[in-house]
């Protein structure tokens, strides 16, 4: 029996998906599968998990922005990272790149209000 590739159109995540503005730009943002949730609450591979700060740590600290920073120079989550934004971000229907991610200039911020968001979409 062949193994069919099953997919989702586009249409019916962004049903489920939040517009959010970021850097001045509007997104799609589409919530975590459980496919994906072990990069976030997963103990296998741990040193793949995405390093996301819950938001009372932000209040009291607001220079903890900078800690999101971690997903991007730790090699093994930036691949993460890359993977997730790829697959869960769009601009104007278009999954997100790094190419992407660059040119809107996304900062520490940015990268945590977006894994904030895509983490917690479904509350």
């Known amino acids: 029996m062949s193994e069919e590739k099953k ?14 503005k970021i850097a001045g730009r509007e997104y799609t943002i ?9 990069y976030v609450i ?6 793949e998990n995405l390093f996301i700060l819950n938001k009372e740590a932000l209040k009291e600290d607001n220079n ?4 999101f920073g971690i997903n991007i120079t ?14 869960y971000v769009y601009y104007k229907d278009h999954p ?3 190419e992407m991610l660059i040119e809107h200039n996304w900062s520490f911020k940015e990268i945590g209000e977006f894994l904030l968001t895509w983490c917690q979409i479904s509350d």
């Open 7 to 20: 997919t989702v159109s586009l249409d019916t995540m962004t049903g489920v998906g939040k517009i959010k």
């Open 30 to 38: 589409l919530p975590v599968n459980i496919m994906d949730m072990h």
């Open 42 to 47: 997963g103990e296998q591979n741990k040193d």
């Open 64 to 67: 903890n922005w900078q800690l």
């Open 74 to 87: 730790d090699e093994k989550r930036r691949k993460t990272f890359m993977y997730i934004i790829n697959k």
């Open 96 to 98: 997100m790149t790094e």
